[in-house]
């Protein structure tokens, strides 16, 4: 009797252990920041690519509705494939687009919006990554929706999709 | 006399090297000891301090900024967690989600205990 408990108690402790794992299987491991909504954005002041003027954020952004700001590079593949859909929001909507130059060449990213176009109203660069920090990212591309008091309404990791646009477009108006 | 002397210099640059050294590390020494309790969010499973990631590189600069501008070990943690989430710190704090964690070798140290107790001294 005392042996058959010992034995049941195994095999349950092994079942146990067992499912937890075969769950586990299914789950991503890989950990995104959750989406914190409705939080202020830090401020930052930042040089412009292409005039070297500085700007502080919150002079541009607080003078628009709605401000999307891109995080982005030159050396950065899916940054390629999202800037044409970049260029329609920009040609489509009037939505006020920022970029934020990552770690970048300023040759490399100048020679990147001659040759795909420029959808940015302004480009502030990032050289050494530390305001992306401050933003809350942690790579690129990535992309923030805010309003006019500074505050982030969606966060998009990751190159924005089509299905990204159309939210973005409801969203503005 | 000769010899004195060689020492007496000896002895001033010896110490002259340590101090530069010691006033050099006291920022990096920080900014290790804090990238060290931080998980990189690009390669999962490293910490900052170990990964050479373009996020960990930047981020190591930002904690050596503010600890330049003189903010404390805790109100870097603090700043983080408010940016990244509770994740990004390797040591988690105390709620409801991890009360089983936290609190089960705690019950397993007293029910053992109680084993032990009744093993010595009541048998």
């Known amino acids: 009797m005392k042996k058959n408990i010992f034995y049941l108690s195994i095999l349950l402790f092994f079942t146990f252990i067992f499912t937890i794992f075969y769950i586990g299987l299914d789950k991503p491991n890989f950990y995104k920041p959750e989406e914190v909504k409705n939080k202020s954005l830090e401020d930052f002041t930042s040089t412009e690519l292409f005039s070297n003027k500085q700007f502080n954020s919150k002079d541009i952004i607080e003078k628009n509705n709605f401000t999307l700001i891109n995080i982005w590079s030159s050396w950065c593949t899916p940054c390629r494939s999202e800037h044409a859909i970049l260029m329609t929001l920009s040609e489509k909507t009037d939505l006020n687009i920022i970029g934020l130059n990552y770690k970048d060449k300023k040759n490399n990213a100048v020679k990147f919006l001659d040759e795909l176009g420029d959808p940015f109203s302004k480009n502030l660069i990032d050289p050494d990554g530390i305001i992306s920090i401050s933003l809350g990212a942690y790579g690129v591309p990535e992309s923030f929706l805010l309003n006019n008091e500074s505050r982030i309404i969606r966060k998009y990791i990751g190159p924005l999709t089509s299905d990204n646009i159309s939210e973005i477009i409801k969203i503005i108006q | ?123």
């Open chain 2, 1 to 123: 006399m000769m010899k004195l002397i060689k020492f007496i210099i000896f002895i001033s640059f010896f110490i002259l090297c340590f101090q530069k050294l010691t006033v050099a590390n006291n920022v990096s020494y920080e900014v290790d000891k804090i990238s060290k309790n931080l998980r990189c969010l690009i390669c999962q499973g490293q910490s900052v301090y170990d990964s050479q990631s373009d996020f960990a590189i930047s981020m190591k600069l930002l904690i050596k900024n503010k600890i330049e501008n003189g903010e404390t070990e805790d109100q870097i943690y603090n700043y983080l967690k408010k940016q990244y989430g509770e994740w990004i710190v390797y040591d988690p704090e105390f709620d409801k989600k991890n009360l089983i964690l936290w609190g089960f070798p705690l019950i397993l140290f007293i029910f053992g205990g109680l084993l032990i107790y009744r093993k010595v001294f009541i048998n």
